[in-house]
């Protein structure tokens, strides 16, 4: 009986109820391209994040001794330690957040004596990989899990080309001051030489430029090679001074990852490199309070426009509700009966919002983001919930007052 009577009263008013259905469309389809875009645009935004360079510093644990005389302090003395580069493969194998670990590379520092066609300058030498397989990481497709510059710096303007290989021991790239003071092309041979401090022995390493790299920092004074040529050349087998990880933040804070990597390298110390991840954290809550402010404006004109329309058909349902009452329907049926009606226009407005939601996100990934958007199920049920939820909430008036209907009044055409 309260279903035909639900569908007669639908069927009668088929303009106002589309007018209903129309209004929370526009709601949820807001809502819904909102929500598509933040989901599928907050890992983009952290994957591009990315190509600024790591986020996450791992350095070793040193201890600090205080030194002086009684009542005077002379400073202190920090032990110079190392990270053993053997350990480095358990930073892709943490708990929880593995696959958030895009990539690692470490470096060792060395000042050393650089000659090229009859410049000799001190200049720093870095060892590091560029594209290294970590053969403890394998992956589904049979290979080995590859890390390196080629990953985290990906925002390095490279003139020529990189180390290729791990096993090029003459291989380099020179920062473009470096290139400037010893007057270094691609392809320019040069030649860099260590003098060990404790033995006196001098060692030399010639190398080859493969590529000029400019990044506007302190890369730019560096030379790069492979990690081997750099702990060969400085009697370090298995050391590192740091390591820089690249971690995708979107689903989890940067401390997080970080705290991780301590877990499994209990000898290190993992520091987030605060001014991108702030950048990161601030540019991300921006653009979602933008989008939130958004979708509640769109919702409330949403609600304010089904309220509108359900209190207009209370006004003209004024007899038809006296007469219910006057012939037995209690205030519970005539509010469940309007509350029913309000929760199938959200449901219409909510499918058909979802749809129109869902494209509008794609317009918007393609012309503000240029990526197009993915299909993100959770969305679904969110924008049905909020749909229903608007038109319920809009129909707590309407129904008070349909209650508030004297039948004796009514049916005295008062």
Known sequence: ????????????????????????????????????????????????????????????????????????????????????ESQLWNIKRIQNWSANVLGYAPFLYQVVSSRAGGSDRQLVLTGTYFDHAVPQVPMGDGGDWTTGLRTIAMYWEVSGGWVERDDDLTGAMVGTDVARKLGLLVGSPFEVNYTDP???????????????????????????????????????????????????????PAEVIAREIQHVMPDVEAKTVRQLVNAETMIMMRLENMMGLVTAIALGASALGVMTTMTTSVIERRREIGLMKAIGSTNGSIGSLFTAEAAIIGVLGGVAGYIVGYFLAGLVGQSVFGSAVTLVPVVIP???????????????????RALRIEPAAVLRGD
């Open 198 to 252: 404790e033995t006196k022995e001098v060692r030399s390493a010639d190398l080859q430029v493969r590529g000029i790299v400019t990044t506007g920092g302190g890369e730019d004074s560096q030379i790069f090679v492979n990690l081997d040529v750099a702990q060969n050349l400085t009697a370090r087998p298995d050391k590192v001074h740091t390591v820089q990880v690249s971690a995708l933040c979107y689903q989890c």
């Open 382 to 400: 969110l924008t049905l919930g909020i749909s229903v939820a608007v038109a319920l909430l809009a129909a707590v008036i309407p129904v008070r």
């Open 1 to 84: 009986m309260f279903g035909r009577v639900l569908a007669k009263s639908l069927a009668r008013r088929r303009s106002r109820v589309a007018l209903a259905v129309l209004a929370v469309v526009m709601g949820a389809s807001m809502a819904s391209a909102l929500l598509t875009t933040s989901y599928s645009m907050n890992e983009k935004l952290a994957s591009e994040f990315r190509q600024f360079g790591a986020n996450i510093m791992v350095l070793p644990r040193s201890e600090t001794i205080d030194v002086g005389l009684p009542g005077m302090s002379l400073g202190s003395v920090t032990e110079q330690r190392y990270i053993n």
